[in-house]
């Protein structure tokens, strides 16, 4: 038999839990060939197995072969890990650069791993992070197995004590903090076990588990049938390990929340000083939004903003409630309702409102009722000359009718303040294709918690502000009501 087929029946047996027969194969093959394809199915077969020394040789030798793959590295990684040798593990770890969203999801979960045990918790803590706000994968949910991975344990005994700067804070806006809470709510689907968490288990419950893959153990439906009280035993110790944990996690996410809704009028003003005010904009109505206490009245002083504030004020002071609903965006979840009836219910004060002309706009827009959008948001832009925002839909709509010159039109013509010139150039070219579906793609807004870089629609955006935070003097900007002419001068 030929190295191709003892590799290939190594394979096949460690795939049908025939693990001393699949070594047997592949020490054969190895013995012939110590080939780069074969180093790393025999290092997969030894982590399958849990004989770690070996399989750290064997990842040894790995790394001597040049151009490495992700998956061969990072199973490197875990033989490194699980042997003991968990510096050399994070060290190559982080040599690691993910080429897609899911390898970013394994690479930064990894080194939360690696750093949690060597007790560099602040790292720890950004890795695992950076993990969640990439995304998870359902084949092991890394949002639900994180909260029982005996490696992450020592992350969440000192979590609490890690203080949380405004930079962190900024950074980490987007982890969808109550997404992953809600995820871990119910004890069931079972979080995902690997070796280390099966030795870190109380003994009893190990005899329901079977191999999944390299690293990783699933309960065995048999297992789970001849012993259902074990089974239910198990799902509640899983439960009782994790709560504490994801509780240490959600107050994280509080501080993190808090932190960033206090520093938002500090942000609304830096955004005006730079011509951003629907970026200012969105600030303001997150700050009002987030706190139901919060009312106009509670934004300080901000002389950029002084129209934009004292139309909220008069809103609010008309009718509470309608102000409330256009705050909240609740014409999100009636669009047709809003357009035939919200809209003309609404109180005077709110119906003039640039709010309620955006979101008359954007409901139409959603509708796939494009003219009257595009009218809706031009009344918007005639009472917020200042905002980009209904600008940049406008262009949206406009390319949904056909009209890309138009759109290339407005685009050549919005001021640096509008629109940056890396921004800006990619979007023209996105309209020189006529690309509709990716005309604002990764830069408009879409984060939960806003914060100046608006989600790569202004790069550079939160640096600039932390710099600004700590003492650096930004340009002097006044306010004018001839805004609009002064950005979008030969844009019609």
């Known amino acids: 038999m030929n190295t191709q087929q003892l590799t290939i029946e190594a394979s096949a047996l460690s795939d049908l839990g025939l693990l001393e027969e699949a070594t047997s194969a592949i020490e054969k093959a190895l013995a012939v060939d110590p080939s780069r394809n074969v180093t790393h199915i025999a290092l997969k077969i030894y982590l399958r197995r849990g004989l770690f020394a070996r399989a750290a040789e064997l990842a040894d030798q790995l790394l001597a072969f040049t151009g490495l793959t992700e998956t061969e590295t990072h199973n490197a990684c875990l033989a490194f890990n699980f042997s003991g040798r968990t510096r050399d593990a994070y060290e190559l770890e982080k040599s ?45 949910n890394p949002w639900r197995k994180a909260f029982l991975d005996s490696e992450l344990a020592p992350l969440w005994e000192n979590a609490g004590s890690i203080p949380i700067s405004l930079s962190f804070a900024m950074r980490f806006a987007g982890v969808p903090f109550g997404r992953i809470v809600a995820e871990n709510a119910a004890s069931l689907p079972l979080r995902t076990v690997d070796h280390a968490d099966l030795n870190a288990m109380p003994e009893r419950f190990r005899c329901l588990f079977v191999v999944a893959d390299e690293v990783t153990f699933q309960v065995s439906p048999r297992q789970e049938q001849r012993q259902p009280e074990l089974f239910r035993e198990f799902v509640r110790w899983q439960q009782e390990v994790a709560v504490g944990r994801v509780a240490v996690f959600q107050e994280i996410g ?30 303001l109505l997150f700050f009002l939004r987030e706190n139901c206490d919060t009312t106009p009245a509670s934004i300080p002083a901000i002389p950029l903003l002084f129209p934009l504030i004292e139309e909220f004020r008069t809103q609010h002071a008309e009718n509470p409630e309608d102000f409330r609903r256009l705050v909240a965006w609740e014409c999100n979840n009636n669009l047709l309702g809003f357009v035939e009836d919200g809209y003309d219910s609404l109180s005077p004060a709110n119906k003039s409102s640039g709010l309620a002309q955006l979101a008359l706009g954007n409901c139409l827009y959603r509708l796939r009722r494009h003219e009257e959008a595009v009218r809706a948001l031009k009344d918007c832009w005639n009472r917020w000359p200042w905002d980009e925002t ?60 806003p914060t100046p870089s608006m989600g790569g629609l202004y790069p550079g955006g939160d640096k600039a502000f932390l710099a600004a935070a700590r003492g650096r003097k930004e340009p002097q900007r006044t306010f004018s009501h001839d805004f609009r002419a002064r950005v979008l001068e030969g844009a019609k």
């Open 254 to 283: 509080r501080k993190v929340r808090r932190m960033l809704w206090e520093k938002q009028p500090a942000m609304a003003e830096f955004q005006a000083s730079h011509g951003r005010f629907g970026a200012a904009r969105q600030h």
């Open 390 to 449: 209904p600008v940049m839909n406008i262009v949206s709509g406009l390319a949904c009718m056909g009209k890309w010159e138009e759109c290339e039109t407005i685009v050549l013509h919005l001021s640096p303040d509008f629109l940056v010139n890396g921004v800006r150039k990619r979007v023209l070219k996105r309209i020189r294709n006529r690309s509709l579906s990716s005309l604002w793609k990764g830069i408009r807004f879409n984060q939960d918690v």
């Open 96 to 140: 690691i650069k993910p080429t897609t969203p899911g390898q970013e999801v394994i690479t930064e979960y990894g080194l939360a791993c690696r750093a949690s045990l060597l007790g560099r918790y602040r790292d720890a803590l950004r890795h695992i992070l950076r993990s969640f706000s990439v995304g998870n994968i359902p084949t092991w």
